[in-house]
């Protein structure tokens, strides 16, 4: 009677890394935001965020992408108003000046104000 050889262990298959499909989707919106492209990086960080979540996977790029795009946005925002009220502090008082001394060209404090 001849031995037979040992069985071979069995070595359970290697199952594949799970697939973040909204990791790609998730670098670019954080790329996108941090480069000032701040909308287009939320709306492609949404993306990327709702694809992963029905993936089950969790995604930390497309979130940072998300957060720096609003924050990016609300900055934005802050100089756009900052900058009007102080082009209408500029330039609405020269409107005020001339409603106040009629047409023609004045002289006030040695500021010339030509009023139409």
Known sequence: MTDAPPPSPAYAAASPAPVN???TMGIVALV??????HLIGVIVGFIGLNQSKKAG???????????????GMIIVLALIIGGGAL???LFGGLT?????????????????YTCP
């Open 57 to 71: 996977q969790k995604n930390g790029f497309a979130l940072a992408g998300i957060i720096i795009g609003f924050i």
């Open 21 to 23: 499909p909204g990791k």
């Open 87 to 89: 082009f209408g502090s």
């Open 96 to 112: 005020q000046v001339c409603a106040e001394l009629g047409t023609g060209v004045w002289e006030v404090n040695g500021v010339t």
């Open 32 to 37: 996108l935001s941090i480069i000032g492209l």
